[in-house]
């Protein structure tokens, strides 16, 4: 439809469930709540970068390219399903970690993803920095530059903000498959709750619903960045998106709506509304959220809905976005329980 002059490489299992959170809408007596399950694109246990690299393989294949390149944390779900992604297109792959996140206990360098990582055999890289996404970019581009002098031909996915966001595509894909799934259903979203970080979900979700005449509310909580940051970010991210799609100034200002109070203490750092909406969720659906994107986001809902954001009955969508090999990594959140 709107994506399809662009080059793709088939990955994701599409489309991914959209289901009922009966128990849960029971226990809050509020909205009636949804999940759309991109935590099952699989990839080697699956989440929302599935579908953006389709974007980016399919170019990288385009341009003739025979090894991948990009940079994430350390626990990072983009790095394990890139490097999965080369795997499966018989592609080499080379990344590189970040440390984003300090003061964590051995389990979260070694378990969930960083084993993943390993057992898929990529060569690995590591970056002492944690909040420098130009410097890692100019690392990329500079293991890039060796790999093409010894005959390689390497492709960089990019970190910045300063490239064209492919992968965003994947996500105008998703909200052209949601609307379609809502319409079977027979409801009408009144809200769709996510995670922002890089903002190509985001960014993407948002563009396809305005391209196809939809205003629905696309509610970001930031897992990186403050709000003010992120609202510039997904704002810039879905003009480039429209561009690339043929509508060029769609996005107003207005339609971007994020909040940071699930922030703190920072990206991939643990507070207690996140611990417990972990909880909630594995004990009242059975749904694994993850500690750095999802869990956050969900606690973001939790509190939308203590404070009466939404009216009883109305549809309000998770957008569950993977992660769950970073629980591995965060065995004191069962501490907490105790």
Partial sequence: ???????????????????????LSKKLNGPKLWIKRDDCTGLAMGGNKARQ???YLGHAIQQGADTILTTGAVQSNHVRMTIAAARKLNL???????????????????SGNPFLMQLMGAKIHHHPEGEDEEGADTVLFSIAQRLRAEGKKPYVIPLSENYLPYGSLGYVDC????????????????????????????AGLLTGFRAM?????VLGFCVRRDKNAQAQRVLKKSLQVADM????????PSDVWVDDNMLYPGYGQLNPPLIEA??????????????????????????????????????IIFLHTGGAPALFGYPEILDEQT
Avoid: W
């Fill in 213 to 217: 005449g939809y205003d629905t509310p």
């Fill in 92 to 110: 080499d792959v080379e990344v590189l970690l970040e440390q984003r996140v300090s003061g964590r206990k051995v389990q979260y360098y070694q």
């Fill in 245 to 252: 799609i043929g509508f060029s100034g769609l996005i107003d």
């Fill in 175 to 202: 909200a052209v498959e949601l609307l379609q799934q809502c319409k079977k259903q027979s409801f009408k979203a009144d809200a769709v709750i996510l995670a922002t970080g890089s903002a190509a979900t985001h």
């Fill in 53 to 55: 690299l389709e974007y």
């Fill in 1 to 23: 439809m709107f994506t399809d002059k662009f080059a793709k490489a088939e990955l994701a299992h599409t489309p991914t469930p959209l289901e009922h959170l009966k128990n």
């Fill in 278 to 315: 972990i909880d909630l969720l594995a004990q009242c659906e059975g749904i694994l959220l993850d500690p750095t994107y999802t869990g956050k986001a969900m606690a973001g809902m939790l509190d939308l809905i203590e404070r009466k954001h939404f009216s009883r009955g109305q549809n």
